[in-house]
């Protein structure tokens, strides 16, 4: 079987997909993803178990941390410490 087709209409259909294809390249390496560390939320996530405050604090790109104590969890948790350490910052903080 052979079918026919137009050749604006084939022209027109891949140079829609190129235009679809380069829209979500685009999406892709503009995607940013930012979280603000804070005491706050730090401790909120702590509070649900020290893997979920690893999780927080390691997934997103980039991370704004406002404080010392955020700053120190960070460290220890980009440093892969020990839950123990984790938890004397934590306790020595609050």
Not at 14 to 22: A, C, N, Y
Not at 29 to 44: D, P, Q, S
Not at 48 to 76: H, N, T, W
Request: hydrophobic share 35%; net charge negative.
């Amino acid at each position: 079987m052979r079918i026919q087709v137009d050749g604006a209409f084939l022209r027109d259909k891949l140079e829609s997909e190129q235009r679809h294809q380069d829209r979500d390249n685009t999406q892709r390496e503009m995607g940013f993803n930012k979280r603000y560390l804070a005491k706050k939320n730090v401790l909120i996530q702590y509070e649900q178990g020290i893997d979920q405050l690893r999780k927080y604090i390691s997934s997103p790109d980039c991370l704004i941390i406002a404080d010392e104590f955020s700053e120190m969890v960070a460290d220890a948790v980009a440093r892969d410490a020990e839950d123990e350490e984790i938890k004397s910052i934590v306790e020595e903080w609050t």
